[in-house]
């Protein structure tokens, strides 16, 4: 395999414009959306105006049509600066249009993508439940059909759904147990349930420790009706789309744990070329500069592996081991920089007047979501045939 380590103009002069909009939009802003906990749409429209939804969604359904590594650059330009505008958009293109995108039928594209893909409209992606996360198919949420009304009834609840109870949410697309399998096992479909659906309560999760200005959704479903036009892909293929999904979802955030360990990584060495003990600065200190340089190491190997997954990703190669590996190692390496970086800092390390202490908040949510350290780690061992 041949890999190119250039980056193409047209793909250095996108993450310019990222990095920019996030150091001159979110960074000042960071801060006071943390402490308030507040979801920004103002913000969440300037990223849409930036091109930053829809990014792997073809011309045809109004998306950019760029390539994965494009946009998980995207993110990884997001998370140097804040994680919470990061999760938003890496959320929304791997959950939320993606599943649309590659599993809708033509009329669903239609319908809903467009929207989708500006900025003006999130979808969320409703897969976990209070007592069904890791082992996703022990789903208790139900979809019945009802033949006198032609239509899917759904009750059960989902939680930690990001981007599905804002003011932007346009629907989620939610699992649910459609029948039992001789041996006992759910049969689990996907639905498009649209955000104002009756029976359908949405209530935002507060009191955070991580991307606290990142909208986070309870969802509660009582006899919600569900026609059978909404059915995304075909009964019975819930499990195989989700699990595909969460294969791609794993590159995103795989990039939200590059660009927070590379945000940390130059906070870090800011801060230690200006703060000077014992008559030198900080980076002139042995100790310090070790950190510094297995910072990043890691980064650099981070980056490799990430870039490499999404490569295979691109060039239609098996690539779930390597997002897996990925998705494990860029998470415990943007932990190890944060960490890392907050002792350096010492006591302003633990004061929010500095983005490191963010950081590492932001940090613990990566080695969980899309699938704990500890589910990767299951994942790759079943690649590698253990």
Not at 319 to 346: D, H, I, N, P, W
Request: charged content about 25%; glycine content about 10%.
């Amino acid at each position: 395999m041949s890999y190119s380590y250039q980056e193409s103009d047209e793909l250095k002069l996108f993450r310019d414009s990222v990095s920019s909009f996030a150091r001159n939009e979110i960074a000042p802003q960071a801060r006071e959306l943390d402490e308030k906990e507040k979801f920004s749409v103002e913000l969440t429209k300037k990223m849409g105006d930036l091109g930053l939804f829809g990014t792997v969604v073809g011309s045809k359904y109004g998306g950019q049509g760029m390539d994965y590594l494009s946009y998980i650059v995207a993110v990884e330009e997001l998370a140097k600066i804040d994680g919470s505008q990061a999760a938003t958009i890496a959320a929304h293109n791997s959950l939320g249009a993606a599943p649309i995108y590659y599993y809708g039928n033509e009329e669903q594209k239609k319908k809903y993508l467009p929207s989708l893909c500006t900025g003006s409209g999130l979808w969320g992606f409703g897969l976990t439940e209070a007592e069904a996360g890791s082992d996703a198919q022990a789903s208790r949420t139900t979809a019945t059909w009802n033949d006198a009304k032609k239509c899917w009834v759904i009750n059960g609840s989902k939680i930690w759904i990001t981007n599905s109870a804002c003011e932007l949410t346009k629907g989620i697309t939610v699992q649910a147990v459609t029948g039992r399998r001789p041996d006992g096992r759910a049969i689990l479909s996907c639905f498009l349930v649209e955000a104002q659906t009756a029976g359908l309560t949405r209530r935002p999760m507060k009191d955070k420790m991580m991307w606290r200005a990142s909208n986070t959704g309870e969802l509660y479903f009582d006899n919600i009706e569900v026609a059978q036009s909404q059915v995304l892909g075909e009964i019975g293929q819930g499990f195989k789309i989700m699990m595909e999904t969460l294969d791609n979802g794993r590159l995103s955030i795989g990039a939200m744990g590059l660009g927070l360990a590379k945000g940390a990584f130059d906070l870090t060495l800011k801060y230690a070329k200006e703060r000077k003990t014992f008559g030198q600065t900080l980076s002139k200190h042995q100790a310090v500069s070790f950190k510094l340089a297995e910072m990043a190491t890691r980064i650099e190997a981070a980056e490799g592996l990430l870039y490499k997954a999404c490569w295979q990703k691109q060039n239609k190669i098996p690539f779930e081991k390597v997002a897996a590996m990925a998705k494990l190692y860029c998470s415990e390496v943007a932990e190890y920089c944060a960490r890392e970086g907050q002792q350096t800092f010492g006591g302003y390390g633990l004061m929010k007047e500095y983005p490191i202490e963010r950081h590492y908040r932001d940090a613990a949510l990566l080695r969980i979501g899309e699938g704990t350290s500890e589910i990767q780690r299951i994942v790759i061992g079943r690649h590698i045939g253990c």
